[in-house]
């Protein structure tokens, strides 16, 4: 397994496997990695030839109050837990090497990028955009990996590839849980032993509306108020939004007459979860 450090070298590692007819898969991440991380790279390792893992804390998706300074970092545990799955190569840059002195260019998916996550995080998905980018250039990937538990991501990388003509298959795999159904999240270490009972309430909320839409319910402020009258009963948990939406575009829907993403985020303690379901 190769560790590399900067961009011209995973450029020149990249392309000559790509030279040797080799397919590559990416799953970008910022570290913490936990069973969710590697379920990406099983689904990149069943698809492709090579897999190649970033690890890159990315400071231009937190805000000025957000957890940059204490997001966890356990590189060395990373990378045995990525040796033990067969990638193949890893791609660690330091900050100064993805975001050089004088850089001012970044990518911004216009209206996705406000809403859901971003209405509540303004700017963070112009650098979750302008990061990735970058890595598709450097690893020029085949397929990439994301975790549907970051939909509003995914919508907005999904646009960002069309629209920049990318060429690339985006690939969302399916959220992977705790046995009580809490959301894997590198976050969760956060959380005390009482938060994370706590936490519990973002899946219980999702469970009663996929209940009440299978019950024959279509209207989406009615599946809503279920969602809230669930969080309710958890009055320690501040809520920051909860919406039904269209999975591409994020834009509110009045109904799940079509598909619909229905997406929850809460504060539990001082940590933000999201979790989300398709209807």
Do not use: W
């Amino acid at each position: 397994m190769l560790i590399l450090k900067t961009a011209a070298e995973t450029q020149s590692a990249c392309a000559r496997l790509r030279g040797e007819g080799r397919t590559l898969g990416l799953v970008p991440t910022m570290g913490a990695l936990h069973e969710g991380h590697l379920s990406l790279v099983r689904a990149a390792r069943a698809a492709c030839d090579v897999v190649v893992v970033s690890i890159f804390v990315n400071p231009t998706q937190f805000g000025p109050n957000e957890d940059f300074s204490k997001y966890p970092r356990t590189f060395e545990n990373d990378c045995a837990l990525l040796e033990r799955e067969g990638v193949d190569l890893i791609f660690a840059p330091a900050v100064e090497e993805m975001y050089p002195a004088g850089a001012s260019t970044f990518v911004l998916v216009e209206g996705v990028s406000d809403r859901l996550d971003g209405a509540s995080r303004p700017g963070h998905f112009r650098g979750v955009a302008t990061v990735v980018s970058k890595l598709f250039h450097i690893v020029v990937p085949d397929k990439a990996f994301f975790g549907q538990k970051d939909a509003a991501q995914v919508a907005v990388l999904r646009k960002m590839v069309r629209d920049l003509n990318f060429p690339l298959q985006l690939v969302a795999c399916p959220i992977v849980r705790e046995a009580d159904g809490l959301a894997l999240s590198s976050r969760n270490r956060y959380l005390s032993e009482k938060e994370r009972e706590q936490a519990l309430v973002l899946h219980r909320a999702l469970r009663a509306v996929e209940e009440k839409a299978a019950s024959g319910e279509r209207v989406s402020s009615r599946l809503i108020e279920v969602a809230r009258g669930v969080f309710a009963k958890e009055p320690s948990v501040r809520v920051d939004y909860v919406a039904v939406v269209d999975p591409d575009t994020l834009e509110d829907v009045p109904d799940i007459r079509d598909s619909a993403l229905v997406a929850v985020a809460a504060f539990v303690g001082t940590t933000r979860l999201i979790d989300n379901v398709v209807l």
